[in-house]
């Protein structure tokens, strides 16, 4: 397989920059079980999100893990993203078959969190309320509100086409730079959306350079440490009030359909370590 991920920097060393083409991996990923078109298409964007997001791990051992939770409950999202590029993302059940508006998803109540770390230096969460009208935009909110860091993401899915572009403006930018920037890339999405990906370097070497390439994949290697990563990004409340109605937590991995369930003491566990206990 090709490397599907490029990482990027702008000849100024102002701005660092991701793209992706997620087309050939994602049939192998959870989507076959999405079964509303309006999932897909979330479906697609999110996968999309966290190929661009690998590119931010920098060791074998980290990972990303992203919890969104929707405004009806039982509308979720969890995904998982390790230093090796495996991706996994998984609907909730009645998201797969959800066919309204991404509006009727958020509001009051409708959040995302984001850890980011390794089993042995620890985890780091943060967590927003989603507010934007799109998905990518609730990402662009969350590393602008949680992280202080602005991240622009830009999605393209359409006619068969899924690429991706996450944009990081480093601290010392010109602004008029990263808008120089941003325009050039909005004039020219024929480029980055119908280009031949092999030649997408060559096509931005006008104000970029390639730093290095990633490989993006679907693997299922899941484990149950994999899920208690996932756990650790719902909120404290959450898990404590499934302790107290004595509710059992079961998560499916979204590639292989494994299940793995956590009783009241294992989340009693995951409240003692998120609490510092």
């Given at each position: 397989?090709e490397?599907?991920?490029i990482?990027?920097?702008?000849k100024d ?10 087309r050939?991996?994602?049939e192998?990923s959870?989507?076959i079980?999405?079964k ?7 479906y697609?964007?999110?996968?999309i ?14 990972r ?8 009806p409950?039982?509308y979720?999202?969890?995904c998982n ?6 991706i ?5 059940p009645?998201?797969?078959?959800f066919?309204?508006?991404?509006k ?13 770390g390794?089993w ?6 943060g ?5 934007a ?6 990402f662009t909110?969350?590393?602008?509100r949680?992280e202080?860091l602005?991240?622009?993401?830009k999605?393209?899915?359409h ?7 996450m ?6 930018v ?8 941003i325009?050039?890339?909005d ?12 030649d ?15 490989k993006?994949?679907?693997e ?16 404290t ?7 107290q ?8 991995c979204?590639i292989?359909?494994?299940k793995?369930?956590?009783d009241a003491?294992?989340?009693k ?9």
């Amino acid at each position: 397989m090709e490397k599907n991920l490029i990482k990027l920097l702008t000849k100024d060393n102002e701005i660092r920059m991701y793209i992706t083409d997620a087309r050939d991996i994602i049939e192998y990923s959870n989507i076959i079980n999405i079964k509303s078109g309006f999932s897909k298409e979330l479906y697609r964007k999110i996968f999309i999100c966290c190929c661009l997001l690998r590119g931010l791990l920098t060791e074998r051992d980290q990972r990303l893990d992203i919890s969104i939770r929707f405004k009806p409950d039982g509308y979720f999202v969890y995904c998982n993203i390790d230093g090796e590029g495996n991706i996994h993302c998984t609907f909730s059940p009645k998201l797969r078959v959800f066919n309204g508006t991404f509006k009727d998803l958020i509001g009051k109540g409708a959040t995302m969190s984001i850890s980011k770390g390794s089993w042995m230096a620890g985890m780091f969460t943060g967590t927003i309320d989603l507010r934007a009208d799109s998905i990518e935009g609730c990402f662009t909110d969350f590393y602008s509100r949680s992280e202080q860091l602005e991240t622009i993401f830009k999605i393209w899915v359409h006619n068969g086409t899924m690429r991706g572009c996450m944009i990081q403006p480093l601290p010392f930018v010109e602004k008029t730079n990263l808008k120089y920037l941003i325009d050039y890339i909005d004039s020219n999405q024929n480029i980055l959306v119908s280009g031949k990906w092999t030649d997408l370097p060559a096509k931005l070497s006008l104000h970029t350079r390639v730093i290095e390439e990633y490989k993006v994949q679907v693997e299922c290697n899941c484990t149950r440490e994999m899920f208690f990563g996932i756990l650790m990004s719902v909120e404290t409340e959450e898990l404590k009030k499934s302790i107290q109605l004595n509710i059992s937590e079961e998560l499916e991995c979204g590639i292989c359909g494994k299940k793995y369930l956590f009783d009241a003491e294992d989340l009693k566990q995951i409240v003692k370590v998120k609490e510092g206990i």
